[in-house]
């Protein structure tokens, strides 16, 4: 498991270039330079995807809701991905509340994050935000949550939550697809304390700052 003290660690210098692109067009582009990422063809190499998840009535007794989000590096591969767990964790031991992020390679965990949040969600009507950062840099696949919102949790995600792997050959994310996202949400308890799940918006980002916005909008079937 991943451990981030301080905003001087070196893993932490990473994520704040991964979990703040309005940075940049004065850290990204000067790091990529140095490391010489930079070519003519500029690529993709970090996707956001802002999502809403809105819970009807929860049962904290049973704790239900439990829904899963999976962010595919590459659509041709199911077995690269990254997880995010909501309202529980579960891979080497299971807990109730909160939310887990987790790196796989061959279906198998590399990295995982547990988030310091422990409630179980318990508010009728709760509305959650946040977004879902990938990004692919200096040999590594990288993941996290950044600005979450819910009116029970409050504030949640950040750099403390970011998870990596070996990005196995994989030099930008140009395969990945909002759809294979939205297809892969799993409820697997109590999908009928859920009352949507929707992709609101997806940017994608380039090595030499621009970005394409894809105004997504669309629902997770439940």
Same mark, same amino acid.
């Given at each position: 498991?991943?451990?981030?003290? /301080? ?15 309005? +940075? %940049? ?14 070519a003519?063809?500029?690529?993709? #190499? ?5 999502w ?9 007794a049973?704790?239900?809701p439990?829904?899963? #989000?999976?962010? %595919?590096?590459?659509? *041709?591969?199911n077995d690269?991905? #990254?997880? +995010? ?22 279906d ?38 950044k600005?979450?919102?819910? %009116?029970?949790w ?46 609101? /918006? ?6 030499? *700052? ?13």
């Amino acid at each position: 498991m991943s451990t981030v003290n /301080t905003w001087d660690d070196p893993r932490c210098a990473l994520s704040r270039v991964f979990l703040y692109p309005f +940075l %940049y067009g004065s850290i990204v582009l000067v790091v990529f330079a140095n490391t010489a990422v930079v070519a003519a063809e500029p690529k993709i #190499f970090l996707v956001e995807e802002d999502w809403e998840l809105v819970i009807n009535q929860p049962e904290v007794a049973i704790n239900s809701p439990q829904i899963a #989000f999976f962010m %595919y590096p590459d659509s *041709g591969r199911n077995d690269l991905y #990254f997880q +995010l767990q909501m309202n529980y964790a579960a891979e080497e031991g299971y807990s109730s509340g909160g939310f887990r992020v987790g790196a796989f390679s061959g279906d198998h965990p590399r990295d995982e994050e547990r988030s310091r949040i422990s409630e179980t969600l318990s508010w009728d009507n709760d509305r959650l935000r946040w977004t879902s950062a990938m990004a692919v840099f200096n040999n590594q696949l990288m993941f996290a949550v950044k600005d979450g919102y819910g %009116y029970q949790w409050g504030v949640f995600g950040g750099p403390e939550y970011l998870v990596e792997m070996n990005d196995e050959g994989l030099v930008n994310l140009a395969n990945y697809s909002p759809a294979q996202s939205l297809a892969a949400v799993d409820i697997g308890f109590g999908s009928n304390r859920v009352a949507s799940i929707r992709l609101k /918006t997806v940017r994608l980002i380039r090595t030499d *700052g621009s970005q394409q916005v894809i105004q997504v909008n669309e629902f997770a079937h439940q």
